[in-house]
């Protein structure tokens, strides 16, 4: 509670006047929690418009007129309090917890809500949580953070896009990413670059945010219609408040270095595997020794790839913020400038940001809002999720050991052409450049008219816009380009967002007890992206990689594409005395990505809340602060489908004698629409003993039907399929938060914050009637699982590796009767756990990310556990392999080839790659020291923070991969691991 922003805050609502005949009184304001003096509480001579607001050490300063005798102490989160003063000239105050009078807003695009009358579920985290912590983008900051968002870093590149869930995964072929806000901007997320991960929501620094809320049901998300299904994530950046100026500096520096990596084999025992496999196979052990190297030979030379490719890379966060204000205009401006290497030499990210927050208020009915942001990111990428031979995390683990990197004169040596088509993975990260460069905005003008007390309107404007540029250049001096002369690739691509609302808003309270608000209004999104791309070969030098250089234009190509949506919406809420509260949105949106017949949808909620802790037979409870019961039901949307989607489509198909040619390309389905989320949920807000226990649950069902799938026609219809909606998905589970205050003993404080969430996905029905696609999709289970063959280990006798062949026996051979439903790759359950210690000045910050339930498929083992088989390296773990009659092992004996006559290959898909995909991890452990504000005073600084911090420090997990996090999604071949993080700095307020 003691943050210096709430003195910004509070100050937004004092004012301060002096008057000649006057007495000064001063005093000091703490806490009876931890008798710590309270900064930034308004203190008010009762019945007048004199005020002020305590100070960093909880001091104030104030004029009273002899003719007033009481002043006022409030402070967002404590009991307000009257003193009379008497002729006093020292009133010291000690100011109660007040946890009701809590009332914290939601900004949402179309007004603000307060928390208490919220009868949806929604959850927040504030930006002083992720404050000063090393992250490009503000989804990071969510990750373990609140009930019901599972987030997912799926690699390790700075500035690298996550994947976000909402109350679990609901489409089969649409999309399932929420709907991101920032400021009432509708921003588009994933990936802007091509050549390297770069998150499209990095362009906002962390530092800037003031808050982050997350809308899980359909009674907190139906206002946003069509869009929602997947959850929406509200942005609010910082603003500027009434008062002196306030300056923050923070700079940090630390290193980045990578998490375990596969302990792979050395050129000896791979020598020695590789012979061992000839053998067993007949065939000459010599050869394996003119190709992998004599492990008998003394001279033998091992080469470290790894090494050559890895690094401890340098980190550099420096964030300059500006803010203030008087009583018509208050400003946020704010600068920063982040450098980070990656673990993987050659691959970096650079990040520069500027933001100017704007507030003016020309008279007491028009309020003028303005947020301007401008981002430039820049990605040195590499290659991953892949099976490819020019990617680090494929190649640097299976290269040979006895090939040398270099050349005794330096220069790159060159790798066998029987392996890796030849190619040098350290000459080819070395020299092929992959960098991805984005200029981006998200801005937005806002003005407010206050008609009255109770009616305003509201009428809005933004925009999202990046330019990207990606450069490939891959020179001559690479074998494998060598004989086109090298080539270079140049894309654009141009992203423009807009979105503007207009609406009324209004809220009255009648009686005392009665209170009706609610909202109407009209909303236009329109997005426009347009792509140019060409590739240019044969360049005399390899220093020269722009087009004009190039001696054959190779390819061109290029595209664009749009679309429009526009709505109505609205929302009324009736509450009445601080008890019940009745909640109904509706929205009706039209869409142009949909067919003729079905272009608008209609979308709603109703939610219901009591607060039983207002109640007369709870008022004697005096444990008890608040208890509250929440219900709703809604439907919203998921347009997140191809622009062309419904539409008949023509495509280019070649050319006759010299002219191009046109084919349809695509059947078209008017009666095409929406994926619907249709949802149940039913929570509970508890507050105990003034404050120390603070939980929520909610026990929610989602239903996501009308699903989207390309349905099979009749072959002489001249198209295999065509897309329409069918089907339906069922999400179900519970969130649970909780957050405590265990001790307050002098000095020392402990807190808790804990959230957990359990879900189950299920595949409810298919089109047709349908049982299941394939082993793809099954009805009863979930939408994304493991349906392979069961390993059962090698047999003692042989060496051959068992299957179970589906009726409870092993055999050696698999097909299609052996493979059978293994398991779900979704987690049943994940959450985090953060534990807070302050003592005096220093304090620190422990935090648990964790998953569990889920299976996790290791591609990688395809060529690293291939038990000797294949022509590249191996882990070390393949040294245990089967040698004689009654050894047990899970390795089998090596074999050239990699399949014994009798058997299947050794790289069947089977649960040998699978292993448990469950992980707790070590994500964040921040120690800070507060330098004393006297001491802090006397360097002309208002507030200093010295920290330090590990990112990312330790994993528990059974997974058999390097990183369960990164593997835990999609092709998990080459898989750019996250990595571990240590940083110092320091933070200086003036």
């Given at each position: 509670?003691?943050k ?5 805050l509070?100050?937004?609502f004092v004012g ?5 005949q006057?007495?000064v ?13 309270v900064?930034?509480?308004t203190?008010?001579v ?9 100070d960093?050490?909880?001091k ?5 007129p002899?003719s ?12 307000a ?12 105050v000690?100011?109660e917890p007040?946890?009701q009078?809590?009332?914290e ?8 809500q ?7 579920a ?20 969510m990750q ?5 968002v599972?987030?997912t870093?799926t690699?390790?590149?700075?500035g690298g ?14 999309g399932?990413?929420p ?16 050549q390297?991960?770069q998150?499209a929501?990095?362009?906002?620094n ?9 809308l ?16 929406v ?9 009434k008062?002196?100026t ?8 630390g290193?980045v270095?990578?998490l375990?990596l596969?302990?792979?084999m ?13 053998i067993?196979?007949g ?6 020794a003119?190709?992998?190297?004599n492990p008998?030979?003394?001279n033998l030379q091992?080469?470290d ?7 401890t890379?340098q ?6 913020s500006?803010s203030?204000g008087?009583?018509?205009t208050?400003?946020?401006?704010s600068?920063?400038h982040?450098n ?15 933001r100017?927050?704007l ?8 309020t ?7 981002a430039y990111q820049?990605?040195?990428g590499t290659?991953d ?11 640097g ?7 040398p ?10 790798y ?7 190619y ?6 070395n ?5 991805g460069t984005?200029?981006?905005?998200v ?10 007390p109770w009616?305003?309107?509201?009428s809005?404007?933004?925009?999202d ?11 001559a ?11 270079a ?7 423009n967002n ?9 809220n ?6 009665h209170?009706v608000?609610?909202i ?10 347009e ?11 390899p220093a ?9 234009p190779?390819a061109?190509?290029?595209n664009?594409?749009?679309?429009k949506r ?9 509450e009445?005395?601080?008890r019940?509260t009745?909640?109904f ?9 949909f067919g ?8 709603g ?13 709870l ?8 208890l ?7 439907v ?9 989607a419904?539409?008949t489509?023509v ?5 006759y ?16 629409t929406?994926e619907e989320a249709?949802?149940?949920?039913i ?5 105990l003993f003034n404050g120390?226990i603070?939980g929520?649950v909610?026990f ?18 001249g198209?295999g ?22 001790i307050?003993a002098?000095?020392?404080?402990w ?7 359990f879900l189950?996905?299920e ?12 082993n793809?999709?099954?009805v009863g ?5 493991y ?18 062949d589906g009726a409870g026996?092993?055999t050696y ?10 398991g779900?790759?979704l987690?049943?359950?994940?959450g985090?756990?953060?534990?807070n210690f ?6 620190m ?5 964790y998953?569990?339930g889920?299976?996790a ?5 395809y060529?690293?556990?291939s038990?000797?088989?294949?022509p590249?390296?191996?882990l ?5 392999y089967?040698?004689q009659?009654?050894?047990?092992t899970?390795?089998a004996?090596p074999?050239?080839g ?5 058997t299947?290959n ?5 649960t ?5 995909g469950s ?10 020291y507060?330098m004393p ?6 360097l ?14 330790l994993?528990?997990t ?5 990183d369960?996090?990164?593997?835990s999604?999609g ?7 996250n990595s571990?993080?240590?940083?110092a700095?320091v933070?200086?307020?003036?």
């Amino acid at each position: 509670m003691r943050k210096v922003l709430l003195l910004g805050l509070a100050l937004l609502f004092v004012g301060a006047s002096a008057f000649a005949q006057s007495r000064v009184v001063t005093g000091t304001v703490i806490s009876s929690e931890d008798n710590q003096p309270v900064p930034g509480v308004t203190v008010l001579v009762k019945g007048t418009t004199i005020g002020t607001a305590t100070d960093l050490d909880g001091k104030y300063s104030i004029n009273v007129p002899e003719s007033n005798n009481v002043l006022t102490f409030t402070f967002i989160g404590l009991r307000a309090q009257e003193v009379n003063i008497g002729r006093r000239s020292v009133v010291d105050v000690t100011m109660e917890p007040d946890v009701q009078s809590l009332s914290e807003f939601v900004v949402t695009s179309y007004g603000d809500q307060s928390k208490r009358e919220i009868t949806g579920a929604i959850a927040s985290v504030k930006g002083e949580v992720f404050q000063d912590l090393p992250m490009q983008s503000f989804d990071r900051a969510m990750q373990g953070r609140i009930a019901g968002v599972q987030v997912t870093s799926t690699t390790g590149q700075p500035g690298g896009t996550l994947t976000v869930r909402i109350r679990g995964v609901g489409s089969i072929n649409a999309g399932n990413d929420p709907l991101y806000i920032v400021d009432g901007v509708q921003v588009s997320s994933g990936g802007l670059s091509g050549q390297g991960s770069q998150n499209a929501l990095a362009s906002i620094n962390p530092n800037d945010i003031e808050s982050i809320e997350v809308l899980k049901d359909a009674a907190a998300a139906a206002i946003y219609g069509a869009q929602a299904a997947n959850g929406v994530v509200l942005i609010t950046t910082k603003r500027g408040a009434k008062g002196d100026t306030k300056v923050r500096l923070s700079v940090q520096r630390g290193i980045v270095q990578p998490l375990n990596l596969y302990d792979v084999m050395d050129a000896r025992e791979f020598a020695s595997i590789k012979r061992e496999a000839y053998i067993n196979a007949g065939l000459n052990p010599a050869n394996a020794a003119n190709i992998f190297g004599n492990p008998e030979d003394p001279n033998l030379q091992s080469t470290d790839w790894l090494g050559a490719l890895y690094r401890t890379g340098q980190l550099g966060i420096y964030d300059l913020s500006v803010s203030g204000g008087d009583e018509k205009t208050q400003f946020f401006l704010s600068g920063s400038h982040t450098n980070q290497e990656a673990q993987i030499i050659m691959s970096d990210y650079q990040r520069s940001t500027a933001r100017l927050n704007l507030t003016h208020r020309p008279n007491k009915r028009l309020t003028v809002s303005a947020n301007l942001s401008l981002a430039y990111q820049r990605t040195n990428g590499t290659i991953d999720r892949g099976n490819f031979v020019n990617g680090p995390f494929v190649a640097g683990f299976s290269a040979r050991p006895n090939v040398p990197i270099y050349n005794e004169d330096g220069s790159f040596a060159p790798y066998p052409s029987a392996h890796l088509f030849g190619y040098n993975i350290v000459q080819g990260v070395n020299e092929e450049l992959r960098r991805g460069t984005t200029v981006q905005s998200v801005s937005n003008l806002q003005l407010n008219y206050q008609f009255a007390p109770w009616l305003s309107f509201t009428s809005y404007f933004g925009i999202d816009f990046s330019d990207n540029r990606d450069e490939n250049h891959r020179p001559a001096t690479i074998p494998a380009f060598s004989s086109y002369g090298g080539s270079a690739s140049y894309t654009d691509r141009r992203n423009n967002n807009i979105n503007t609302n207009h609406n009324f808003n209004f809220n009255k309270k009648f009686n005392d007890v009665h209170t009706v608000s609610g909202i109407l209004g009209f909303e236009y999104v329109g997005s426009q992206s347009e792509l140019q791309t060409a590739t240019g070969r044969g360049f005399a030098n390899p220093a020269l990689r722009y087009l004009q250089n190039a001696a054959v234009p190779f390819a061109i190509g290029g595209n664009f594409t749009e679309f429009k949506r526009s709505g109505v919406f609205s929302q009324a809420k009736y509450e009445y005395d601080d008890r019940y509260t009745a909640d109904f949105t509706l929205r009706r949106d039209g869409h142009s990505r949909f067919g003729e017949q079905n272009r608008w949808g209609t979308f709603g909620a109703v939610s219901a809340g009591w607060r039983m802790s207002s109640e007369s037979f709870l008022q004697d409870v005096t444990w008890l602060d608040n208890l509250r019961m929440r219900a709703s039901y809604g439907v919203t949307g998921n347009s997140s489908i191809p622009n062309f989607a419904s539409r008949t489509l023509v495509g280019n198909a070649g050319q006759y004698l010299g002219q191009g040619g046109l084919a349809l390309s695509q059947l078209g389905n008017d009666l095409l629409t929406w994926e619907e989320a249709e949802t149940y949920n039913i929570g509970l807000d508890w507050t105990l003993f003034n404050g120390r226990i603070i939980g929520t649950v909610d026990f929610w069902r989602k239903n996501s039907n009308e699903l989207l799938f390309g349905t099979p026609l009749p072959a002489d219809s001249g198209f295999g399929s065509i897309t329409r909606n069918t089907g339906q998905v069922r999400n179900q589970g519970i969130d649970f938060d909780l957050q405590t205050t265990n001790i307050v003993a002098g000095k020392f404080r402990w807190t808790t914050a804990f959230n957990v969430t359990f879900l189950q996905n299920e595949l409810i029905s298919l089109y047709d009637n349908l049982d299941r696609i394939g082993n793809d999709l099954i009805v009863g289970k979930p939408i994304s699982f493991y349906y392979m063959n069961e390993f059962l280990g090698v047999n003692p006798a042989n060496g051959r590796q068992m299957f179970d062949d589906g009726a409870g026996n092993y055999t050696y051979i698999t097909g299609t009767g052996s493979v059978r439903y293994i398991g779900s790759a979704l987690p049943s359950s994940y959450g985090g756990l953060s534990n807070n210690f302050s003592y005096g000045p220093f304090s620190m910050e422990v935090f648990f990310q964790y998953q569990f339930g889920n299976l996790a498929f290791n591609q990688d083992l395809y060529n690293l556990a291939s038990m000797g088989t294949g022509p590249g390296n191996q882990l070390r773990a393949m040294n245990d392999y089967w040698r004689q009659p009654g050894d047990i092992t899970n390795t089998a004996r090596p074999f050239e080839g990699g399949q014994e006559p009798g058997t299947s290959n050794v790289n069947q898909a089977s649960t040998r790659l699978l292993s448990d995909g469950s992980y707790i991890r070590l994500k964040q452990v921040t120690l800070n020291y507060a330098m004393p504000n006297a001491l802090a005073s006397k360097l002309g600084m208002r507030q200093a923070n010295l920290f330090v911090q590990g990112i990312n420090m330790l994993t528990f997990t059974k997974y058999n991969g390097i990183d369960p996090e990164a593997n835990s999604l999609g092709s998990t071949f080459g898989a750019f691991p996250n990595s571990k993080q240590f940083t110092a700095g320091v933070s200086l307020n003036f």
